[in-house]
């Protein structure tokens, strides 16, 4: 990673204070991006999102397992190993769990999410994040028939459902510099900042889970501040997000690749 003299440092900062970034953006806007999903053949369901510089893939893969001894009425879930611990905790009740149950105690649909960053250009917590849940919605859950005690899963990519995301969220990532915060750090604004705030936005607008790291504080009213423009932020994200996946999802195979662009 390059590092920044103290005249560039100072240079962000001051911009940062006057709503002026590097880039030209102002303190809460994103970075146009670019979303691709069914990119992965072998996989239940993917997406590969462009933010700029910073690129990232996920791929979704759906096995059946044996539930886990304190649910065994609910699927699994394999999130913190790939996409950090971080991550993990805002998808902790973003599904129902209890709909990839399919032998009561005995069987259920295990749900296994890969991240992997081909790019960086700062900020991979939203990056993943909304990559994450495009490729959740892309993911086709196969039908299961059960015939004199043994299971039978389709290899039919037409006879399959799609998995719910209704509920999955977004993560909206603030970074303080100076005396102000911004969204969607680049790599040289994350060398300037103070403390970041990850929050786990739900498409109801509600907060699922917050993190901070880095060094230093923040008030209480600048911390409502921001939380507060995580849940617009996070909202709006969903929505165009969506939009775009909905339009996917009547008009193309489980596989067919679909792309999105937006502001």
Known sequence: MFGLSSAER????????LNVRNDGRSRLDFRHFTIETGIIATANGSARLKLDNTDVMVGVRVDLAEPK????????????????QVLARSYKNALDWTSLCVIPGKLVWAIYVDALVLDFEGNPYDAISIATRAAL????IPRITLEDGEVEVTDDPQDCTRLDVSNV??????TKIGTRFLVDATLEEEQCMGVRV??????????CSMQMTGHGAVEPTSLYEMIQTSQKLGRELIEGLDKALAQEAKSALPKTSTSAYFN
Do not use: Y
Not at 10 to 17: C, H, K, P, S
């Open 10 to 17: 100072q240079f962000l900062i001051d911009g940062v204070e």
């Open 69 to 84: 001894l304190d649910r065994p009425n609910e699927g699994a879930e394999d999130l913190a190993i790939s996409i950090t």
């Open 198 to 207: 990850i929050v786990g936005i739900s498409p109801k607008g509600h907060v």
């Open 169 to 174: 969220p977004v993560t909206v990532t603030l």
């Open 137 to 140: 919605h892309n993911t086709m």
